[in-house]
C-alpha cells in the first residue's frame, strides 16, 4: 500500500483528546489520529441513514400529551358534575330549602376538596 502524508494542524484539546485515546487503547498518537481519519471519512463517504425512530416516538408522546390533557379536562368536569349532582341531591333530601347560591357555594367548596384530596392534601 502507497502511503501518503499530510501534515495537519489540530487543536490542542483535540491533541489533548487525541492524546488520552492514544493512552488509553495504548496506541501512538499517529495511529489514533489515522484510524479518527479513516472512520471520519467512512462516515462522510457512507453516512448512516436516518434515525426516524426517536422522530416518531416524540411525536407518538406529544400525541398521548394532548390526550392526557383532553382525559384530565373531562375528569375534571365529572368531578364538578360529580359534587353538584350530590350537592343538589342533599338539597332536596333535606326539609331546610337553600338558594341556588348557597348550594353554588357547596358544589365549588366540595369540588376543591375533593381536588385537594386527590393531590394528597388534606383539610
Not at 479513516?38 to 400525541?63: I, M, S, Y
Not at 390533557?69 to 333530601?93: G, H, I, K, N
Amino acid at each position: 500500500m502507497t502511503l501518503i502524508r499530510h501534515t495537519i494542524r489540530v487543536p490542542v484539546s483535540l491533541d489533548k483528546t487525541l492524546r488520552a485515546l492514544a493512552e488509553r487503547h495504548g496506541l501512538s498518537v499517529y495511529a489514533v489520529l489515522q484510524r479518527s481519519v479513516k472512520a471520519g471519512v467512512a462516515t462522510f463517504a457512507n453516512p448512516p441513514p436516518r434515525d426516524t425512530t426517536n422522530h416518531e416516538l416524540v411525536a407518538e408522546l406529544a400525541a398521548v400529551s394532548t390526550r392526557m390533557v383532553d382525559v384530565e379536562r373531562m375528569l375534571d368536569r365529572t368531578l364538578f358534575t360529580a359534587c353538584a349532582a350530590y350537592c343538589y341531591a342533599r338539597s332536596a333530601a333535606s326539609p331546610a330549602q337553600k338558594t341556588d347560591d348557597i348550594i353554588t357555594a357547596e358544589i365549588t367548596a366540595a369540588y376543591e376538596r375533593q381536588v385537594r384530596l386527590s393531590r394528597g392534601k388534606k383539610s
